[in-house]
Nanobody, 122 residues
Framework: QVQLVESGGGLVQAGDSLRLSCTAS????????MSWFRQAPGKGREFLAG??????SYAGFVKGRFTISRDYNKNTLYLQMNVLTPEDTAVYFC?????????????????WGQGTQVTVSS
């Protein structure tokens, strides 16, 4: 069974940093695009960043604060988040496609993690 498991969320203060991890199992995703999404309370799920072998892509509102990366040997995806604000409070999800192209659209992703909560206090 394919599983994506996020970790690294928690409660932090405004201005702090977090690094989220997503470890995949059940298949090799080296030839697939992987991305991070988030969903705040009462809001829809929004694309944050995606990565494949040749490119990365970021939502404009990230404004240089977030960096996506991956460790192919460990089948693990990361999201480094700096200068966090209360507006970043959300559940953060890892997603993977059976396709190499990065997409901004949630329906294009085949596999999802359970999410990890990030709460930023002021």
């Amino acid at each position: 069974q394919v599983q994506l498991v996020e970790s690294g969320g928690g409660l932090v203060q405004a201005g702090d940093s977090l690094r989220l991890s997503c470890t995949a199992s059940g298949r090799n995703f080296n030839n697939s695009a992987m991305s991070w999404f988030r969903q705040a309370p009462g809001k829809g799920r929004e694309f944050l960043a995606g990565i494949n072998w040749v490119a990365t892509s970021y939502a404009g509102f990230v404004k240089g604060r977030f960096t996506i990366s991956r460790d192919y040997n460990k089948n693990t995806l990361y999201l480094q988040m700096n200068v966090l604000t209360p507006e970043d409070t959300a559940v953060y999800f890892c997603a993977a496609r059976i396709d190499l192209h990065i997409s901004f659209d949630e329906p294009d992703y085949n596999y999802w993690g359970q999410g990890t909560q990030v709460t930023v206090s002021s």
